[in-house]
């Protein structure tokens, strides 16, 4: 099927913080009107609001957010969770509007872990099998499963620790150049090496933050795209892949451990689609909940072969000036953790020349990666030439 | 977002909790390709079988990976730490991995591939947990 092209009209954000005084639903609510003020759209040119699949629902539903701002919905739409959500969103838009169904989309996701009494290790409570076998055992944060990981790869492949600290050090510098990142302070090596240790070898800068606040974007066709406010950021290429595997397992049992399998399927297709080469990418942003499961996502989106993250890192470079930024607001390790929606909202950013000082020379190609394992999402966007 | 979906065991996991409380360590096993899996299913991953039995297995296993857990992420195990979680694999029993805790000697001794043997235990709710020391 060929789709109607589709672009990211407008992108809005909340500051974020670590916890914030206001509600969950008043930081969507507050993310929404950004973007819709961004691409120049008034509520009533919405006809279809998509979120993840998970999260969204039981916190800020769909339905909810309609009639906060009297979307006429003719497409609803929610897949996956988390990350491989906010990544792979354009596939609704894609979809619903090739087929006719809607014209203007809002995609929206927001946590409020920070404030939550749960934090980000509640939604574990959800799998019986982690609750039965794991929860007793004190195995039950995301740290923790990350560092069976990193142990396990570092066994296998030689990576070190000044490896992980590489990636913590390189994307505090590029926080340093958002105004609105969490992280305020530098970080040297000598600082990541001296931080507390969480889980090991996973310290505190290895880990993601914790974060109250919210993103959305509005995606509509490029056409129509091109006559809003803002210039239009172009859809180039949208996958999502998977592994038969559920979440209860994907952290402990997967035959190839320490791999996301749907990375390499979500990113082959999103590339097919696009008609581009992973060396056409000029920057991406990465699921970088973990230093190790930023190195693990280049691998297997395929950057570079298994076992040579480290290397790959070393020699590219990952700040803003070097070969592959990645993360150039700092990621989830330094900017904020709304499991990578911010990630889409800078790729834009990045691409409408709006970075100010953590600007890409000459970006043309991002590439957005969003893992929620098992689940991947990418999206491929592109400045739009006429 | 929260939260619990069950806090409840369900009747297929029941097989390790029954075993476990006599002292053995079993793992659901399909009869009909005859292959392990973990956790526990209706149904096998492996085949769709429905034909599952639990099979006991020796216990003696190896240290697949390993962490020392320095942050209290459960509150109630404050006074714990650190204590270290393991990833267990089993040579009669492929395709399994275990989350457990290795408990005695000193932590800085352990390596992966290191053979663990399993130490049977109740907790403060009577309920069997199978911790794992270096053997």
Avoid at chain 1, 269 to 285: C, H, P, S, T, Y
């Amino acid at each position: 099927m060929q789709f109607e092209p589709v672009a990211i009209a407008g992108v809005g954000a909340t500051v974020p913080v670590r916890r914030s005084p206001k509600s969950l639903r008043a930081l969507v609510v507050e993310a929404i009107e950004a973007a819709l003020a961004d691409a120049g759209l008034d509520a009533s040119d919405v006809d279809g609001v998509v979120s993840d699949g998970l999260c969204m629902p039981t916190t800020v539903p769909r339905d909810w957010v309609a009639a906060q701002f009297g979307f006429q919905r003719s497409y609803d739409g929610g897949m996956s969770f988390g990350g491989a959500a906010s990544a792979s969103a354009p596939i609704h838009a894609e979809l619903a509007i090739s087929g006719g169904l809607a014209k203007t989309i809002v995609y929206y996701f927001g946590v409020d872990w920070g404030t939550r009494a749960s934090g980000p290790y509640g939604f574990h409570d959800l799998y019986a099998g982690k609750l039965a076998f794991e929860k007793p055992y004190g195995f039950s944060g995301q740290p923790q499963y990350f560092a069976l990981w990193a142990r396990r790869y570092m066994h296998e492949y030689g990576l070190t620790e000044r490896d992980l600290a590489t990636i913590a050090v390189t994307q505090r510098e590029s926080a340093l150049r958002n105004p609105l990142s969490q992280a305020t302070r530098p970080m040297s090596y000598d600082d990541y090496f001296a931080a507390r240790v969480v889980s090991d070898p996973l310290r505190v800068p290895d880990c993601c933050l914790i974060t109250d606040g919210a993103c959305a974007f509005v995606m509509t066709s490029l056409e129509r795209a091109r006559d809003l406010a803002r210039p239009p950021v172009r859809v180039l290429g949208t996958g999502f892949g998977s592994e038969p595997i559920s979440g209860d397992d994907a952290f402990t049992q997967p035959a190839g451990m320490m791999r996301i399998p749907g990375a390499k399927i979500a990113a082959d297709k999103a590339l097919r689609q696009a008609g581009i080469a992973l060396n056409d990418v000029d920057f991406a942003e990465i699921y970088d909940c973990f230093t190790i499961s930023c190195l693990l996502q280049l691998e297997d989106i395929g950057f570079c072969k298994r076992g040579e993250g480290a290397a790959f890192i070393r020699e590219m470079g990952i700040g803003i000036e070097g070969r592959l930024p990645v993360n150039t607001h700092g990621g989830l390790l330094s900017h904020s953790y709304l499991l990578g929606v911010e990630h889409v909202v800078e790729a834009v950013r990045q691409l409408r020349g709006e970075a100010g000082p953590a600007q890409v020379k000459g970006a043309e190609i991002g590439l957005v990666g969003g893992l929620s394992n098992p689940d991947y999402g990418v999206m491929i966007l592109g400045r739009d030439h006429r | 977002m929260s939260d619990a979906a069950t806090n409840e065991m369900l009747p297929e996991f029941m097989g390790f909790v029954d075993n476990a409380r006599q002292g053995r360590l079993a793992f659901p096993y399909c009869r009909i390709c005859g292959k392990f899996h973990w956790y526990p299913m209706p149904r096998c991953p492996h085949c769709r079988g429905n034909e599952i039995e639990w099979r006991q297995v020796s216990g003696r296993g190896q240290l697949f990976s390993f962490t020392r857990v320095m942050h209290a992420f459960d509150k109630s195990r404050a006074d714990a730490l650190p204590y270290v979680v393991a990833l267990i694999e089993f040579a009669d029993a492929p395709g399994v991995r275990l989350v457990t805790n290795i408990v005695g000697g000193r932590h800085d001794a352990l390596r992966i591939g290191q053979p663990v043997a399993p130490v049977f235990l109740l907790d403060g709710k009577g309920r069997p947990v199978v911790e794992f020391r270096a053997v």
